[in-house]
């Protein structure tokens, strides 16, 4: 059941891809503790228990990293919103490890194969805003990553990385690993607390923000998988080794786990340099389009992102760059949709998606989505009605950016409002001739 | 306050709801067990109410109306709150299931490498819809979103099995291992 991994396999030189490097240096899954440890496992987590929390914090607020999970938020601002201070009391640390964005398998693939390093991450992160307890907010579906989460998390208590008086430091930190039970609004943050407290995933009103009232009510960071297994390597080489990573290819540091899926020849994984082009990671490393197909447009980052067309192949994929070209870089992992697909069949398949998966606390969301969705299935039928595209797109304004309670609706009519607008004719298409 | 009223007051709400044989409806003693244990996990004990509910699937495939009660009893909670968490979270099932769960991925993923014909070929070979599970009990068949594998898609997990690059032409051979 192992990843489709292709990262780097020949990169067995110094650290320049921090998130896959213990893996090909092994060459296989990083499962027992020696392993990791010989790879310089927790030597992180060691070196920054000697420092202060403010001190860890700093390095990574000066590395620049940005959230894995989508949005882009720069991690060190995230956690420099937490309190710090003796009287603070409880505060947690989630990982929010609910990967379900449809076209995302990167943080299925880092749990499986190096289970310690999000455990120590988490140890180290703990340390830096003042966490004495953290969970791992896993989707039920990852069977394969709660056994190894849960075998990792064992080891690194009895070698004394979790626990009371981790490494002789004073710092307690304990860890567990809640798996969920479907809905792919738990990977909102305020809907993934509500989950954790064992509540309906609906999302909570902003502000209070969870660094001050998230879990419990306590203060609360949550953070991606693939953002926290970067604070190891930041915390082990510094903040500047971690912003040369990306070569010069984008203002971003770090590498990032790109990814492809739809029908090109080769799909998986790739850690790159952040930045790196689209056309490098389809072209070079996916091997381009499936034989006899072309590429119509793709996704650069999961459903919830508007569509990019071939003229966008050369871009450096980094968070400001795709999001000028009218889209978002997500999770990353691109989606490349040929040219024998019908795009209204592709679109219809998004949104039924959305529709599904909406919480259904707030009205635009909870209607709008069905609508959206029934308007789509006429049009796909060639049955749809004259003002059927006005429609459409009446509704990626009615649920868009501001209107609705979260980000679920606004995200469901990124891909609806790029195919109207790439694809005019196809939506034409379907529309009935009038009487 | 009169001994008939309070314990008029303190019939626990789990007593009143009826079973199939008549009998008042129990958490096996394990299951029971489990429960306690996973609510240690949480600063409050509604937090463990999916682990609950996934504890009784577990043991008896689904959760019936009895057990919506006493998890509610277990966690000091309503059992209104209990059903609304069941309700929302589809891999909770609230009617009977068959001895295999088989959850398709429908998403964009897999529909662009050929959900369509598994999803066809699923139900002509299961005789059943979506939603539905075969006359022997057998299977029950539910479509699920994105499972985190588009680069080996279609994908579809029975129970706790994920398999990859599924088509109608080795379904057959990946439903056999299920009897």
Redesign the interface.
């Known amino acids: 059941m192992s990843s489709n991994v292709n990262v780097g396999l020949t990169n067995v030189g110094p650290e320049t891809h921090p998130l896959t490097w213990r893996y090909t240096r092994a060459g296989k899954a990083v499962l027992d503790i020696q392993e990791y440890e010989a790879l310089e496992g927790y030597s992180a987590l060691k070196k920054a228990l000697a420092m202060a929390q403010t001190d860890v914090q700093a390095e990574v607020k000066a590395s620049n990293l940005r959230g894995r999970g989508g949005a882009g938020f720069p991690t060190g601002v995230k956690w420099s919103l937490i309190p710090m201070g003796p009287d603070v009391g409880q505060k947690y640390l989630v990982c929010n490890a609910d990967e379900m964005e449809p076209g995302t398998f990167k943080d299925r693939m880092l749990m499986e194969e190096l289970p310690h390093q999000l455990v120590e991450a988490m140890a180290l992160a703990a340390y830096a805003i003042g966490a004495s307890k953290g969970f791992i907010f896993l989707r039920g579906e990852y069977i394969l990553a709660a056994e190894r989460l849960n075998a990792a998390i064992d080891q690194a208590k009895a070698a004394g990385y979790l626990g009371e008086n981790i490494q002789g430091s004073g710092f307690n930190f304990e860890l567990f690993v809640h798996t969920g039970a479907g809905r792919y609004i738990c990977g909102e943050e305020t809907a993934l607390i509500n989950s954790l407290e064992g509540r309906r995933a609906n999302p909570r009103t902003k502000p209070p923000f969870p660094q001050l009232a998230g879990a419990w009510g306590k203060p609360t960071i949550v953070n991606n998988v693939e953002t926290l297994m970067n604070i190891p390597p930041i915390l082990l080489r510094g903040a500047e080794w971690f912003k040369g990573l990306s070569q010069g290819k984008s203002p971003d540091a770090g590498t990032k786990m790109y990814g492809i899926s739809g029908r090109a020849k080769i799909t998986g994984l790739w850690e790159l340099p952040i930045g790196t082009s689209c056309r490098e990671l389809l072209y070079t490393h996916g091997g381009g389009m499936a034989d006899g197909l072309e590429l119509a447009c793709w996704l650069p980052g999961g459903a919830s992102t508007d569509f990019l067309m071939p003229e966008h192949l050369d871009l450096p994929m980094d968070y400001d760059t795709i999001m000028k070209a009218g889209s978002r870089m997500g999770t990353a992992l691109i989606m490349v949709v040929d040219n024998k697909q019908n795009i209204v069949s592709v679109v219809r398949n998004l949104e039924q998606f959305f529709a599904r998966e909406s919480c259904g606390w707030c009205t635009p969301c909870r209607d709008g989505l069905p609508w959206t969705v029934k308007i789509l299935q006429a049009i796909e039928k060639g049955e749809g009605e004259p003002d059927d595209i006005d429609t459409l797109q009446q509704l990626t304004r009615f649920l868009g950016p501001g209107k609705t309670f979260c980000a679920h609706a606004p995200g469901a009519m990124e891909p609806l409002q790029s195919a109207l607008k790439y694809f005019p004719d196809a939506f034409k298409q379907g529309i009935r001739a009038e009487a | 306050m009169s001994t008939a009223n309070s314990s008029q007051s303190s019939t626990p709400y789990s007593a009143l709801i009826a079973t199939e044989n008549g009998a008042p409806f129990v958490l096996t003693e394990s299951e029971r067990h489990e429960i306690e244990h996973a609510i240690h ?4 004990p ?5 682990d609950a ?2 504890i009784v699937q577990k043991h008896r495939r689904w959760v019936p109306d009895g057990a919506i009660a006493l998890i509610a009893e277990l ?1 000091s909670i309503s059992a209104a ?1 209990v059903e ?2 069941a309700t ?5 099932y609230r009617q009977p299931v068959g001895r295999h769960v088989i ?1 398709v991925c ?4 897999c ?3 050929g959900f369509d014909e598994l999803y066809a070929a699923l139900q002509s070979t299961l005789g059943i819809q979506p939603g539905q599970t075969t006359a022997d009990d057998r299977f029950t068949l539910l479509p ?10 279609p994908v579809l ?1 029975i129970n ?1 099995d ?1 398999h990859f690059n599924v088509s109608p032409s080795n379904l057959n051979q990946v439903l056999e291992q299920y009897i």
């Open positions: 996990h949480y600063e409050d509604r937090a463990a109410s999916i509910l996934k966690l709150d609304g968490v929302f979270y589809n891999r909770i959850i429908d998403s964009i993923g529909f662009l490498t699920v979103c994105c499972l985190g594998a588009c680069d080996r898609g997990m706790d994920t």
